[in-house]
């Protein structure tokens, strides 16, 4: 091989990179050579002209000093290094491992290794250890040798809480004005939004403050109407920050700070950091949830109807076609959703409040009204009354939503109904 044209010791160790454990490509090739040596063939590294990767080895120094400036004023404990080759490097390594039937080690990881361990030194040195994690870095640091370019991803940090809503007039997300689309027009005050608050406009400012990143994305576990309270536990959320400089945050001072700046509006509870594997969890998992509902019926009815009702609503699968409410924004479709429990009692001869636990997905306004047929059975078709929801309250939304749970115990008790607090009024 060596004979053949040169080969830097890095080279020429990644190639026989099974070979020796604990050692570095170096130590390895520069052994080889020396072995060579001994049995009388002297061959001279010259780094600058070795046939894989024309001396690239050289600039290690200067990449680890470039990321190291990049990384300025962001902080980070987990970094992942990246390069991108040039087809010559590529297609040099690539005949050599075909001519002599090398199994090697390519030569992009061997780059990334050697850049990344003196960029670490350099780091430990100012005080700041850090590791390399492959899978879910905090950092990403990309190096393109062609073009020299070395460039810097932040990868964003994620909030997780549970959120409680004391009002009756905020949807969970900014919501932009539907007739300027946010630019600001007469109908919309040149606000650019319908709702001038929202849960998250609520929750996010802060943590985008502390962590100087440049923009929020609010992920929550389903959502309630805007007219509907949230209570109980609350509803989990993830806030994800976009590019990040600052990770470590006082979570419970901040808390404390958003509470008391959206008081009588929105409160959170349980705020943690944790993996963006949680917000496909908060995404996919269809959570039972428990409802409180004042009802309206059009007529007077007595107690036994409301018990006789709900009796034959407990435990029952209900077909429920898209809401008419909704199906301008959401496929229409007929999905089965069971009511797991449900029960109620008359406040007046026209009015109830109900409790249902229910599989996440059923809509209860429609479960109350029947939504003109479209939901089989409901509150109205079995009394053969029309009813309508006045007042909604989410009182739970059950699931285990953090793959890691804590030890100590979530505030969403397991088989702790609330139901038993109904009964005898
Ligand atoms: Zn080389
Ligand atoms: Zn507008």
């Given at each position: ?37 001994m ?22 120094q ?42 090697g ?12 361990r003196?960029f ?10 850090v ?68 849960v ?50 006082d979570?419970e ?85 069971r ?62 939503f ?24």
């Amino acid at each position: 091989m060596l004979a053949e044209g040169d080969l830097c010791d890095h080279c020429l160790g990644r190639a026989f990179a099974h070979l020796g454990r604990g050692l570095r490509n170096v130590q390895r090739g520069r052994a080889l050579r020396t072995v060579l040596n001994m049995e009388g063939h002297v061959f001279v590294e010259n780094e600058q002209s070795c046939r894989v990767c024309e001396g690239i080895f050289a600039q290690v120094q200067q990449w680890a000093t470039r990321a190291l400036t990049a990384v300025e004023g962001i902080e980070f404990r987990t970094y992942l290094m990246g390069t991108r080759v040039t087809p010559a490097i590529e297609s040099a390594e690539l005949a050599l491992k075909e001519k002599y039937e090398l199994q090697g080690e390519p030569f992009k990881q061997e780059f990334n290794r050697e850049v990344g361990r003196l960029f670490g030194i350099l780091l430990a040195e100012r005080g700041h250890p850090v590791v390399v994690d492959f899978l879910d870095p905090e950092i990403v640091l990309l190096m393109d040798i062609e073009k020299s370019e070395l460039s810097l991803r932040i990868n964003p940090l994620f909030i997780y809480g549970r959120y409680k809503k004391f009002v009756r007039t905020i949807p969970q997300t900014k919501w932009p004005c539907r007739r300027c689309r946010g630019r600001g027009c007469p109908e919309c005050n040149f606000t650019g939004k319908t709702y001038q608050e929202s849960v998250e406009e609520l929750i996010s400012p802060p943590l985008l403050r502390e962590t100087r990143g440049t923009a929020t994305a609010f992920h929550g576990a389903g959502r309630e109407d805007i007219d509907a309270l949230m209570l109980g536990t609350g509803r989990p959320f993830v806030i994800e920050i976009k590019e990040p400089k600052v990770r470590t945050l006082d979570l419970e001072k901040l808390q404390k700070e958003i509470n008391e700046s959206a008081a009588g509006k929105v409160e959170v509870s349980e705020l943690q950091f944790v993996k963006g594997s949680v917000v496909e969890r908060l995404k996919n998992i269809e959570a039972e949830k428990v409802y409180e509902a004042k009802v309206r019926f059009a007529e007077p009815i007595t107690s036994e109807q409301l018990q006789e009702v709900l009796g034959r609503l407990h435990g029952t699968m209900i077909e429920q076609r898209t809401p008419t409410r909704v199906v301008h924004r959401r496929a229409d479709l007929v999905r089965t959703r069971r009511v797991l429990e449900i029960s109620g009692e008359l406040l007046n001869p026209t009015e109830a409040l109900i409790t249902v636990r229910c599989e996440g997905g059923l809509y209860i306004k429609e479960l109350v009204s029947g939504d003109g047929g479209r939901t089989r059975p409901s509150v109205s078709e079995l009394l053969g009354i029309p009813a309508e929801v006045t007042e909604l309250n989410v009182l739970e939304v059950r699931g285990d939503f953090l793959q890691n749970p804590s030890p100590t115990p979530s505030p969403t008790r397991r088989g702790e109904s609330p139901f038993p607090l109904r009964e005898g009024g």
